[in-house]
């Protein structure tokens, strides 16, 4: 079964929206898992954008805040990342992560797997 397979991703200008979806396999129900979205611009570290606890507290990276919103749905066991005003600086590899507990770690902690991510592209 799939499992961390993300999609959504593509090319905007800025300004643009994309909203990026990830496949979680069944055996891991998204509600009983802190979930994220982590990214990783070329040439720079992987870092942690957005979280969703099992009770569906969120957290957002300051560069995110106010523009990007995280999501799940239970009953199709997927997470979403809904992304607004985006702007070159959000160009990057996308990827959905799962922590192995329901509640979640720092945006900076190593999750315990993650996808291989969606290119998310932003032009000026």
């Known amino acids: 079964q799939e499992d961390l397979v993300e999609s959504g991703g593509g090319s905007v200008q800025a300004g643009g929206s994309l909203r990026l979806s990830c496949v979680v396999s069944?055996?891991?129900?998204?509600?009983?898992?802190?979930m994220g979205w982590l990214r990783q611009a070329p040439g720079k570290e992987r870092e942690g954008v957005a979280t969703?606890?099992?009770?569906?507290?969120?957290n957002y990276t300051d560069a995110v805040k106010g523009r990007f919103t995280i999501s799940r749905d239970n009953s199709k066991n997927t997470l979403h990342l809904q992304m607004n005003n985006l702007s070159p600086e959000d160009t990057a590899i996308y990827s959905c992560?799962?922590?192995?507990?329901?509640?979640?770690?720092?945006?900076?902690?190593?999750?315990?797997?993650w996808g291989q991510g969606t290119q998310v592209t932003v032009s000026a």
């Open positions: 069944t055996r891991y129900p998204v509600r009983d898992y802190c």
């Open positions: 992560a799962r922590w192995n507990g329901g509640g979640c770690p720092p945006l900076s902690a190593v999750f315990h797997k």
């Open positions: 969703i606890s099992g009770i569906g507290a969120t």
